[in-house]
C-alpha cells in the first residue's frame, strides 16, 4: 500500500482521538479541582491542575500516535523534523486555548474559589507562568513525535 494513504488515515485516527479527548480533559480538570477543594488544597490549583491534565493528556497522544501505523521510509527531513511531524502539530491548534478558556471559565464561577483571588480569578501573570510550563509540556510531547517519526520505517 502506497504510504500516503496509510499516513493519511493515521493522522484522521489522530485527529479523532483527540477531537474525543476533549471532553476527557475538562472531566478530568473539574475532578482534580473538587479533590483539591476538599483537601482546601486551593493554593497553586490554577497550575497543579492544567498542568497534570495537559502532562497526562499528552502522555496519553504520544502512546495513541505509536499504535498507530505511519510510514516514513520517502518522508522528507529538514532541519531534523519530519515532516510528518509538521503534519501532526497543527491538529493541537487551538487545543490548549480551548481548554484553559474551560479551566478560567471553572475557577471564575467556583463559589469554593471566591474568598481566594488568586486561584478564583487567575491574572494574566499567573496564566502566563502556567503558559510556560504548558511550553515545555508541549517542546516535550513534539520531539517526542519527531523522535517517533524519525524512526518510523
Given at each position: 500500500m502506497p504510504l500516503e494513504p496509510i499516513n493519511s488515515q493515521s493522522f484522521k485516527q489522530f485527529h479523532d482521538y483527540l477531537a474525543?479527548?476533549?471532553?476527557?480533559?475538562?472531566?478530568?480538570?473539574?475532578q482534580l479541582l473538587a479533590q483539591d477543594l476538599s483537601k482546601q488544597h486551593w493554593d497553586g490549583c490554577f497550575q497543579r491542575n492544567v498542568l497534570a491534565v495537559l502532562a497526562e493528556t499528552y502522555t496519553q497522544a504520544l502512546n495513541f500516535l505509536h499504535s498507530l501505523p505511519f510510514q516514513s521510509g520517502a518522508t522528507a527531513v529538514d532541519r531534523g523534523m519530519s515532516a510528518l511531524t509538521r503534519r501532526l502539530l497543527p491538529i493541537f491548534d487551538g487545543f490548549v486555548d480551548e481548554f484553559l478558556l474551560f479551566a478560567v471559565d471553572k475557577h471564575r464561577t467556583s463559589c469554593a474559589l471566591s474568598n481566594f483571588p488568586?486561584?478564583?480569578?487567575?491574572?494574566?501573570d499567573y496564566v502566563n507562568q502556567v503558559k510556560r510550563d504548558i511550553a515545555a509540556l508541549w517542546r516535550d510531547f513534539a520531539l517526542n513525535a519527531n523522535g517517533y517519526f524519525l524512526e518510523c520505517p
Open positions: 474525543q479527548h476533549k471532553s476527557r480533559m475538562k472531566s478530568d480538570y473539574q488568586d486561584e478564583h480569578k487567575p491574572s494574566d
